[in-house]
């Protein structure tokens, strides 16, 4: 259908520009390795997910949600990003 086809674009379009401006999207997890794992193997799962499963396009379109709404979370109070490391 047409809407899943535009919300789809949408989708890569938004992990696309999400993929270009890290450095600055994600500045206030600089130091957080976990963080950045996780965010990159959200992607790296949905892409993938998207590419093997019969309604790829939908999985493509939650998971870039999916990974919106983490970044929205943590650009919203860059303290949440801080992770106490055990050594």
Do not use: C, M, Q
Not at 16 to 27: M, N, T
Not at 31 to 36: G, K, Y
Not at 60 to 77: E, K, M, N, Q
């Amino acid at each position: 259908t047409p809407t899943r086809s535009n919300a789809t674009a949408i989708a890569a379009l938004t992990l696309a520009y999400g993929i270009k401006y890290r450095a600055r999207i994600y500045a206030p997890l600089a130091d957080s390795d976990v963080w950045r794992a996780a965010l990159a193997g959200s992607v790296a799962a949905g892409v993938v997910g998207s590419l093997s499963n019969d309604s790829g396009p939908l999985l493509l379109v939650i998971s870039t949600f999916a990974v919106v709404a983490a970044t929205v979370y943590v650009r919203g109070d860059p303290r949440l990003a801080h992770v106490d490391r055990v050594e």
